[in-house]
Every structure is written in C-alpha cells, then in structure tokens.
C-alpha cells in the first residue's frame, strides 16, 4: 500500500552517519559539531548510557567521555548516580539533560489567545500562562507586547528558580522574516508589517534573544524534532485554523524560501471558480479546506473555533449535514494534499489543527484521493499522520526555537556557575548568549545530530 495513516509515531530506520566534516575544519569546529550532536541527541531522545552514545554518534568512548565531562562543566547535563543495569561486561553511567539550570520561553499568538511556557532542555514545561484575545483591541501589537511581557514577568516570578533565561520563541500565524522577527502580514491578527521582535526585545526589559517564527513552520519544526516526524528528513506539516498554513522540511531543512516566507500553502489555487478569497484570488486552499469552508457547507454562520467543533459534534454523532460537510471539505484537503505530493515528493504529511479532527472522520476519503491523485502513487509512499502534540505543536516549536540558542552551540554557555536568574527587568547577570552569525535557516531548523534509532 502506498499511501498509509499512522496516528502515533513513525518507525525509524538505521541511524543515518553523522555529516563528514568540511576538509580543512579546525578541532574546534570538530569539537563544536560534536557537543551540538551530543547534547541534541540526549535533548531529543532522552537519557542514554556512555556506551549507546559511542555506538550512536560514531566516536569512540574517550572522545565521549571528554564531550560528556565538557557539557556538565557548562551544567547542561548530569550523569545518574546509578551506573545502567542489564548489560554485558563494563557498567556504563547514564548521562541525561538538566531541567534544573536553564529555560526557555515560548509563546504561541494565535487569533484569539497568547500561550506561554516555559521550557527546560529535554522539552519538560515548567510553568504556563495565558491570555484571551476576545476583540480586535487585545489583538493590537501593541497589546499583544503588553501582554507577552506581563505574562512572561508572572511565569520568571513563580515558577523559574535557579534557571538561567536563555531566550524567547515566538509563533505567529503569519509570514515572518526570521532575521529580526517583523510579522509581514498575519490576516487573523489584522497586522501588517508588525516588528514583533523588535518590540518584544524593548519590552521584556532584559538581555534575551527574541526569535519569532511562523507558526506552521514551528510546527514542522518540532514534529520533526521530537515529535511523530522524528524519522523523516522530508515532509509537508500543514496546520488549518484561522486559514491553512504549511511548513515544509526538505532535507532536513525548513524551506524559508529567499525572504522568509515560504510555505504559505493556503494560498495555493485549487478551484479558479471557488470562493473569493481576502488575498484577492479566487478558490484557494484556505477558502475550499479550511475552517470557513467546513462551517459553510455545513448551514452555519462563521463563528470561528466554536462552529467548527459544532460541526464535527454533529459528523461524529451521524448527522447528515455535518458528514456531509465534513467528506466534501476532506476531497478539497485531498486536493491540496495531491499537489503537495507530487511537487515535493515528501515522506511525510502531518495533518495539524481541523485537518487532523477531519482525518479522524474521513479517513478512508483522503486515502484514496491521495492514491488516485498522487503521480505514480505505487513508487511515492507517503505516511500521513496527526501531530505528537496536537494543537500545541507551534508551541513546542516555539521553544525549540529558543533552545536552539544552547543546542546550536553549546559553547556559548560558560563553563562554571551562573547567578540566579532575575526578575523580569531587573537582571543580577546576564547570560550573554550571543545570536547565532549564520541566518535563522541555515542553523536553526538543522538537525545537529543524527536520527538514532534506539533510543536511552
């Protein structure tokens, strides 16, 4: 079968061959390489033994040891005081990520609320804040700043302890140019040209790196790192809520396009003859596949996340219309879905947001629209799936963002103790964590280390 739904995650293959290093590379940026690999691997897959490590990176059990000692130096991980049980010949410690030392920030804006966590290495979330955005007025810039930074304030308060704040990521539901965070055009915000990074940086008070991407891009992001996505280097994540939006990972990359605004996806004409759409075409995937769409067909005024949920209450309990509904808005997702495919040729489709709520409820639908679509279906095995972590995927990616700070390179954080993180405009010292010198999509959506299939 060429076309398979998987709900949980995906099985993964023989570990890929960490990338060769450039001729002419310094040790440093050997060394440099391998602790970002390292420190990758324990963040996304957890506690592993000395041994599985040597193994899973290919280096040779001194070399770990000596990358191992370099990261607890800098107290981004710790070794179990317990050596692993259940091996043949020599014991080997356990070495896992600290939760305890550094966080991070994220912040998921969408229409109609502001999200907030803050999130350790290993992905553990400490702490939550959130806000409604009921009007037009709570979704000014201005407002949503105001109210990131009193949130953020409540969360470094309660809830940071000892932790370091290493810096804040931010999902919109818009383009975004990731080189210094201005919100090009997010339609269900009513902003245009927004510095959303700019004014976070101004208004949280302190040293922080603010990093602001799209919300569908930051949803890829984390699926692939840690989520049902961990095993496929190319994919399409694609998230409908206010509007359709995609993120795109082609081999192993987020695709930015040349500005920073790729994977609008939602605009994609599907239907020259379908409804007028706020970007001044006509029949785009949004208009035909997303939220709207399925409320419309269905008889019911617009009523954003609330009718959409009225509507699939009704399929799931049998109700013609609402089946109805729900089997043409999933051929219209298909429809997109096939053109995806066959331009990109991904491993992977993560279905977030309704189109993950619609692939519960017409399943076999999309299926076999994908078979009978897709060019050469039998030779392009896709997986489609719904995301690890649901509806809060562009929040994890958020943090994934920020972490990337440390993950990137972990020589940025000192080696020896830190003061105590401050409160929010008042800081005691300051992590100076420089952003990183390449561009957002050079580093920050690349994998560091190689995708092992065992896991500690």
């Not at 506690?47 to 193994?55: E, G, I």
């Not at 931010?170 to 090009?184: E, H, I, K, L, Q």
């Not at 219309?321 to 066959?342: C, K």
Request: glycine fraction near 12%; charged fraction near 20%.
């Amino acid at each position: 079968m060429a076309v398979s739904v998987r709900a949980g995650d995906l099985a993964v293959g023989r570990p890929r061959a960490m990338a060769r290093t450039e001729r002419g590379a310094t040790q440093k940026a050997v060394r440099w390489h391998n602790l970002a690999g390292l420190l990758g691997h324990l963040h996304r897959h957890g506690p592993t033994s000395r041994a599985q490590l040597t193994k899973l990176l290919g280096l040779n059990r001194s070399t770990i040891g000596a990358l191992v000692d370099d990261l607890i130096s800098r107290r981004l991980v710790e070794e179990a005081a317990e050596p692993e049980r259940g091996a043949r010949g020599r014991p080997s410690k356990v070495v896992g990520v600290r939760s305890d030392t550094f966080s991070v920030i994220a912040v998921e804006i969408s229409d109609d609320a502001v999200s907030l966590a803050a999130v350790t290495l290993g992905g553990l979330i400490v702490g939550r804040e959130r806000a409604a955005l009921a009007t037009d007025a709570d979704r000014r810039l201005e407002h949503v700043v105001d109210q990131v930074a009193e949130l953020t304030a409540r969360l470094l308060r309660r809830g940071q302890g000892t932790r370091v704040l290493v810096g804040m990521g931010v999902a919109v539901p818009g383009a975004v140019r990731p080189s210094d965070g201005m919100v090009r055009f997010a339609p269900s915000l009513g902003w245009r040209d927004a510095p959303l990074g700019q004014r976070l940086h101004d208004a949280l008070g302190l040293e922080t790196v603010v990093r602001v991407g799209n919300d569908a891009n930051l949803g890829a992001m984390a699926e692939h790192a840690r989520g049902v996505a961990g095993g496929a280097n190319d994919l399409v994540y694609v998230h409908a809520q206010a509007g359709v939006r995609g993120g795109i990972i082609a081999g192993g990359r987020i695709l930015e396009g040349s500005s920073g605004y790729g994977g609008e996806i939602g605009h994609m004409q599907v239907n020259p003859f379908g409804v007028a759409c706020p970007c001044g075409s006509r029949g785009c995937w949004a208009t035909e596949a997303g939220e709207s769409a399925l409320v419309r067909r269905a008889g019911l005024p617009p009523g954003g996340r609330s009718s959409v949920d009225v509507v699939l209450r009704r399929a799931r309990a049998g109700d013609p219309t609402g089946v109805a509904a729900v089997q043409a808005t999933a051929r219209w997702i298909s429809a997109g879905l096939v053109n995806l495919v066959n331009s990109l040729n991904p491993e992977m489709l993560v279905l977030g947001g309704m189109f993950g709520d619609i692939l519960e409820l017409a399943q076999p639908t999309i299926v076999e629209h994908l078979r009978r679509g897709i060019y050469d279906a039998e030779q392009q095995p896709v997986v489609v799936a719904k995301p690890r972590f649901g509806r809060e995927a562009a929040l994890i990616g958020s943090a994934e963002l920020a972490l990337q700070l440390i993950l990137g390179d972990p020589t940025a954080v000192p080696v020896g103790p830190l003061a105590r993180s401050a409160p929010l405009g008042r800081p005691r010292r300051r992590l100076r964590l420089q952003p990183l010198a390449q561009p957002l999509r050079n580093v920050a959506w690349s994998r560091a280390s190689p995708s092992p299939s065992a896991r500690g």
